[in-house]
């Protein structure tokens, strides 16, 4: 099967400016991830979707972050303006459903964000 | 709260020795438990996960809720087994139902 697709693979910017990433999950997922992994760091959860639905946005700074699913399929996250300490590979992921006994996260290759 | 801790950011072995790699956790319920692992250059995937109490690869884990721990363990390392490996957990219930928190990460080196 064809696995999470996310694009840019890199992308460097300055603060101050906007910057998008795009996802597309495995087809069929309903459930779709945003994290983000600083340097050192785990992974962490940005904003979980199930289907076109936000079910957890708790970690994300909304003053700055944003994301959306219309569709229930791909999804884009967006920054703006972005910070310094925005610099991160920002990992999309997507599993079946809710219930992750039975699904695990299939992960994209990410996007290297380098704000300078 | 929820907390992953992994005590060893960087674990090297030689080829052919026991290899452990320690993950402790915090949970005031009953978490599953799972170990990622991210490959050089590619993408992070599962490994394991304690409900299929299954060996990959060579590698077991067990989960220990006295202890809290959820070790990684292979008897006889090999060099394709260096990666970056995370142990990562998900609640059961409430808000942390379906959200994975993920450990800071552990190196490993297996040398020939």
């Known amino acids: 099967e064809a696995g999470v697709a996310q694009s840019p693979r890199y992308k460097i910017i300055e603060k101050r400016q906007s910057v998008a990433f795009w996802c597309n999950p495995i087809?069929?997922?309903?459930?779709l991830y945003w994290y983000q992994q600083i340097l050192g760091q785990g992974p962490k959860l940005l904003i979980q979707?199930?289907?076109?639905?936000?079910?957890?946005d708790s970690q994300l700074p909304k003053d700055r972050f944003s994301a959306e699913r219309l569709k229930g399929v791909d999804s884009t996250l967006k920054i703006q303006p972005a910070k310094l300490e925005d610099s991160a590979v920002y990992l999309c992921?997507?599993?079946?459903?809710?219930?992750?006994?039975?699904?695990?996260?299939?992960f994209g290759n990410g996007t290297r964000l380098t704000v300078t | 709260a929820q907390r992953v801790t992994q005590p060893e950011k960087l674990l090297s072995v030689f080829k052919g020795a026991p290899v452990e790699l320690k993950c402790n956790y915090s949970?005031?319920?009953?978490?599953?438990l799972f170990w990622y692992v991210q490959y050089s250059r590619q993408r992070l995937q599962l490994l394991l996960r304690?409900?299929s109490r299954e060996s990959i690869k060579g590698f077991t884990a067990d989960l220990n809720k006295g202890e809290t721990s959820f070790h990684l363990k292979k008897p006889f390392a090999q060099e394709e087994d260096s990666a970056m490996y995370y142990c990562a957990l998900t609640g059961t219930g409430g808000s942390t139902l379906g959200r994975l928190y993920f450990g800071r990460g552990t190196q490993l080196t297996v040398w020939p």
């Open positions: 979707f199930q289907n076109n639905g936000v079910v957890d």
């Open positions: 304690h409900i």
């Open positions: 992921a997507s599993s079946l459903g809710w219930d992750r006994t039975n699904s695990p996260l299939h």
């Open positions: 087809s069929g997922h309903a459930t």
């Open positions: 949970y005031s319920g009953s978490p599953e």
